[in-house]
């Protein structure tokens, strides 16, 4: 049996949970690859199933291998698979655990990695820009000439949903702290708002969407920012019905959907230098807990990555 190096959590705990092992290769079921991975993306959701913060509602199976995107190359089809082949490099996502040498994933879940990106960039994008998209343009019903906000928009998720927001066409309003500023503008923002300094409900008015990646008490202090028949999109936690009710606007929380054709095409959008990614900070698998500790301390510039074999060619 080949075997792998890979992160197994055997219970629910603190980031010493994450533990480098030996494990079994995993083997591609129809309609799977089994794909070498060379990064993987670390999401706030990682730490929060591992410390058991989800478990009533996404309860694992002990022992189980962290995390959900990647960017690797192909090393084996399954049966009834003729759209992905041996040595094609594709990013994605997988239900199985990305944190290891090896996973599996669905085809439907992967496409060509954007030839322009390194497998570090590349494991940025699936999560975030798919979540982005979906929530803007799905859930949000977005237009072009709509003012939307954006909170947390330096994230994983925001930095992603500035860019597509402004290239819809829409007015774009973010909050980030000071330190982010400059770089969310690149991005598109037309207004910025640091959210240490400010509080968005003295400045901001009018808003057709507010997209929140945030959760909490900035979720309910955007409320007051929208217009009459306004919505607010929340990915991070359950909205306020009540203050929904109260001031005739709709809340409702959304989560993204993998999806092969939409990675296509954020894969175009990259290759045609229409679409930026960024990374928080790199790790080596062997320091998960550390890429842990830093998703759990909430600050960053887009996307924390293990990095799982050290040469990385475009
Ligand atoms: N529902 C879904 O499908 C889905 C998918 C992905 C993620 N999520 C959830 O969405 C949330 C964001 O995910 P992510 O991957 O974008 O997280 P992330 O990459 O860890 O985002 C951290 C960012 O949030 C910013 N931030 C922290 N507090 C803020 C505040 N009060 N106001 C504005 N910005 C603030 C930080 O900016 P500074 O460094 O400038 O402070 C940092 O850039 C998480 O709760 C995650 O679990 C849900």
Known sequence: MSTMHAIRVHTYGDVDQLQLEQIPQPEPQEGEVLVRVHAAGVNPLDWKIRSGWMKSIMPVAFPYVPGN????????????????????????QSPGGTYAEYCTAPVRTLAPKPTALSFDEAATVPIGATTAWQGLFVAGELQAGQRVLILGASGGVGTFAVQFAHSKGAYVIATTSARNVAFVRSLGADTLIDYIQTRIEDEVHDVDLVFDAVGGEASTCAFSTLKRGGKLITIAGQPDEAQAQARSVSASFFAGHPSADLLGTFACLIDAGQLRTSIAATFPLSEAHKAHELSQSGHGRGRIILRVTEHQDK
């Open 69 to 92: 995107e990647f960017a690797g190359v192909v090393e084996r089809v399954g049966p009834n698979v003729s759209t992905l082949r041996p040595g094609q490099a594709v990013f994605g």
